[in-house]
Nanobody, 123 residues
Framework: QVQLVESGGGSVQAGGSLRLSCAAS????????MGWFRQAPGKEREFVAA???????YYTQAMEGRFAISRDNAKNTVFLQMNSLKPGDTAVYYC?????????????????WGQGTQVTVSS
């Protein structure tokens, strides 16, 4: 049974940093595209970042330069380093895996999802 478990969320003041982790179990994800999405209250879930098995990285333009995605294949874990956080970054952040690499941006293409972790940024 495949599981994705996020951790690292919390409350931080604007300008602060958080590092989210997503631990995968049930299969090896070394060559699998993994991504981060977020959903703010009353809004649709949106793409944040993705990383391929070959370590190509994709970001939403608004987050590029502030957020950094990485992975540790030995630990079957993907990370999202978030810096210079803004109140607008407040959302539940979800880890996802299994989309074709050509559809890194499309939440409908991901096969597996975590339960989400809350990030709250106060001004």
């Amino acid at each position: 049974q495949v599981q994705l478990v996020e951790s690292g969320g919390g409350s931080v003041q604007a300008g602060g940093s958080l590092r989210l982790s997503c631990a995968a179990s049930g299969r090896t994800f070394n060559s699998v595209l993994m991504g981060w999405f977020r959903q703010a209250p009353g809004k649709e879930r949106e793409f944040v970042a993705a990383i391929t098995g070959g370590l190509s990285k994709y970001y939403t333009q608004a987050m590029e330069g502030r957020f950094a995605i990485s992975r540790d294949n030995a630990k079957n874990t993907v990370f999202l380093q978030m810096n210079s956080l803004k109140p607008g970054d407040t959302a539940v952040y979800y880890c996802a895996a299994g989309a074709p690499e050509s559809r890194w941006y499309d939440l409908r293409a991901y096969d597996y999802w975590g339960q989400g972790t809350q990030v709250t940024v106060s001004s």
